[in-house]
């Protein structure tokens, strides 16, 4: 398994308001690891956009909200309460909260993570 650390980009994590900004560009790629970078945090939920070198991968977790994976780049498998799922670009897939899930990067891959916190 290539399971190395989470790690943050630098200090400028959040979106800038009232800009347009290519959204895949705002995280690079790191040789064997997978980058962080939180664009929005809030009590409703928070945006977070994901890079994953290829074979990358998070073991299965749950979560207490919903989530919302867009794919940006890139080939992933998605394992949401044990079924195994393929996107690519352009592809979006809900994790429901408190299902087991887990992300394993086929290629090379970007996310935008939305997570979505209940009321």
């Known amino acids: 398994m290539n399971k190395r650390p989470t790690v943050q980009e630098p200090d400028v ?29 809030n009590k409703a939920g928070n945006v977070t956009l994901f890079s994953f070198d ?17 794919v940006l780049e890139g080939k992933v498998r998605l394992t949401i309460g044990g079924k195994p799922i393929e996107a690519t670009a352009g592809h979006v897939a809900l994790m429901p909260a408190n299902v087991p899930h887990a992300v394993t990067a086929l290629e090379r891959f970007k996310m935008l993570l939305v997570m979505l916190r209940g009321a």
Do not use: W
């Open 54 to 70: 290829k074979g990358q991968e998070l073991s299965e977790h749950t979560a207490p909200f919903d989530a919302l994976v867009h």
């Open 13 to 41: 994590t959040r979106l800038p308001p009232a800009m347009a900004v290519p959204v895949a560009e705002l995280v690079s790629y790191a040789p064997g690891s997978t980058v962080s970078r939180i664009l929005v945090q």
